[in-house]
C-alpha cells in the first residue's frame, strides 16, 4: 500500500488535483507560505520505501496506457510479460532523463540566487527546491537500479545543449523552462500513481513527486510572472522561443531508444510507431492543457513557439 498524499493548504490543492486559483502577491509571499509546506509535508523515499523487497513479476513500470506503444499493432503483439518490461525501462529511461534536467535546473537555480536576499523567503525556499531536487534525483537513481539496473541519457548533442541552455538561461527562461521540464514529469506520475497494476515503490515514488514538485511548479510560475513584468516584445519572444525549443527537447527524449532494446524489442518498429502512436500523443497534449494556459497567460506562447509545442503533441 502506498501512503496517502495529503491536502496542502498553502498550495490551495490535494495532489491529483486540479489547482485552485488563488490570488497571489509576487515570489515572497508565495514563497513564505511554500515553505511552511514544505516543514509539513516533505517526504524522503530513502527512509519511507524499503529498497530491499523484492519485485512483484506481475507489476507495471507505469500504467500500460502511459507507455508510448499502447494501442500500436506493435503494442497488440506483445505478451504480458514483454508489455511488464517494456513499461519499466520507459519508467526507468523517464526517470533518467528526469535526472540529467533536475541537475540542470538545480544549477539554474543556484546561479539566479547566488547574490540573492539570503534572508528572504524568496531565498530560502530556492534552497529548499535545490535540496528537494537532490532527494528527487537519488530517488530516480535508486529506482532505475532497483528497476532494470541500468541509466539512460539524452544523446549526446541534447547534453551538450543543456550544458548550454544552463549557463545562458536566465530569469522567465530559466523558470519557464524548469516549469515545463516539471510539469512534463507531472504528467506521467500522476497517471500512475494509484494504479494498482504499478509496483508499490513506483507509485510511492510518483506520490513524493508530485506531492513536492507542485510547490516547484507553484514557485516557478510566480518567478515567472515577476520576470516578464515590463519587457520589451522582443525579448518576450525570444524567451517565448528559447522555453518551447527547451520544451521540445525534454519530451522528445524522456524514452530513449535504448529502452526499447533493454526491453528485447526491434528498435527500429518501436520507434516507427510510438512515433505515430495517436493515443500517446493525445495523452501527452491533454495534461499538457494547464501548462500551455499559463504560457500563454504571461505571454510565451507565441506562434513560433507553438510550432515547437505542436512538434512535441504538447499541444
Given amino acids: 500500500m502506498t501512503a496517502a498524499i495529503e491536502r496542502d493548504p498553502a498550495l490551495g490543492t490535494g495532489v491529483g488535483e486540479t489547482a485552485v486559483s488563488r490570488p497571489d502577491q509576487g515570489p515572497d509571499e508565495v514563497a513564505e507560505r511554500l515553505l511552511a509546506s514544505a516543514a509539513r509535508l516533505s517526504r524522503n523515499a530513502m527512509t519511507e520505501i524499503d529498497w530491499s523487497l523484492p519485485m512483484e ?6 500504467s500500460p496506457e502511459w507507455s508510448s ?11 504480458t510479460e514483454q508489455r511488464i518490461a517494456l513499461t519499466r525501462h520507459e519508467f526507468a529511461s523517464i526517470m533518467c532523463i528526469g535526472i540529467w534536467f533536475e541537475m540542470i535546473l538545480q544549477q539554474m537555480v543556484i546561479t539566479d540566487q547566488y547574490l540573492g536576499e539570503y534572508h528572504s523567503p524568496e531565498f530560502q525556499f530556492a ?7 537532490c532527494r528527487h534525483s537519488l530517488m530516480f537513481a535508486k529506482a532505475s537500479e ?13 547534453g551538450r545543449l543543456g550544458k548550454l541552455f544552463k549557463l545562458i538561461a536566465k530569469d522567465e527562461v530559466a523558470y519557464a523552462g524548469i516549469l515545463v521540464a516539471e510539469e512534463v514529469l507531472d504528467v506521467f506520475q500522476r497517471g500512475c500513481m494509484r494504479d494498482d ?11 513524493i513527486h508530485v506531492l513536492e514538485e507542485s510547490r516547484h511548479m507553484k514557485f516557478a510560475r510566480e518567478e515567472v510572472r515577476a520576470s516578464m513584468q515590463g519587457i ?6 525570444a524567451s517565448a522561443l528559447s522555453v518551447a525549443l527547451g520544451a521540445s527537447l525534454i519530451v522528445e527524449s524522456l524514452i530513449q531508444p535504448q529502452a526499447y532494446a533493454d526491453a528485447g524489442l526491434d528498435v527500429a518498429r518501436a520507434r516507427r510507431e510510438a512515433a505515430g502512436n495517436a493515443h500517446f500523443h493525445s495523452m501527452i497534449r491533454s495534461s499538457c492543457t494547464h501548462l500551455m494556459e499559463f504560457l500563454d497567460e504571461v505571454g510565451l506562447l507565441t506562434k513560433p513557439a507553438l510550432r515547437f509545442y505542436r512538434k512535441a503533441h504538447m499541444i
Fill in 197 to 207: 497494476r504499478v509496483l508499490p515503490f513506483i507509485r510511492t515514488i510518483n506520490e
Fill in 146 to 158: 532497483k528497476m532494470v539496473g541500468r541509466s539512460y541519457h539524452p544523446h549526446p548533442k541534447i
Fill in 57 to 62: 513479476p506481475d507489476k507495471y513500470g507505469c
Fill in 127 to 133: 534552497l529548499i527546491e535545490v535540496a528537494d531536487e
Fill in 69 to 79: 506503444l499502447y494501442g500500436t499493432d506493435y503494442w497488440d503483439e506483445l505478451t
Fill in 232 to 237: 520589451s516584445a522582443k525579448r518576450r519572444h
